[in-house]
């Protein structure tokens, strides 16, 4: 898959990088939801892992950009996961919310489920 990750803290991108990379897929890595819809528009992805707490716009206030802008799917990941949050990110588009710390197999799988490969 061509994923878009949009996390503003490196670290954890570069864990998401890494192993989605093992696993074979190709990932473009952004730190801001503007760099990141700017990405989405220039460039065509399977599906885009977004995190909630992000410098600028936040991802719940950018998901309905990302929803129509392309195709692909929308996966949220937050540190602070709640219902209302969860709520919110399902009724403005995204397939799946991921509370963070996650395992790296568990960000694969809800990715390939999004896409409709699980």
Do not use: C, Y
């Not at 864990?15 to 065509?44: D, Q, Y």
């Amino acid at each position: 898959m061509r994923i878009l990750v949009v996390e503003d803290d490196g670290d954890v991108a570069l864990v998401i990088r890494r192993s989605l990379e093992a696993a074979g897929h190709v990932v473009t890595h952004e730190f801001s939801a503007e760099a990141g819809l700017a990405a989405l528009k220039a460039g065509t992805f399977d599906v885009v892992l977004m995190d909630n707490s992000l410098p600028g716009a936040m991802g719940i206030t950018a998901l309905p950009q990302f929803v129509a802008a392309s195709p692909a799917p929308v996966v949220m990941m937050t540190g602070h996961a709640n219902e209302d949050v969860q709520t919110d990110a399902l009724l403005l588009g995204a397939k799946a919310l991921v509370a963070k710390p996650f395992e790296p197999g568990e960000i694969q799988a809800v990715l390939e489920k999004a896409v409709g490969k699980a």
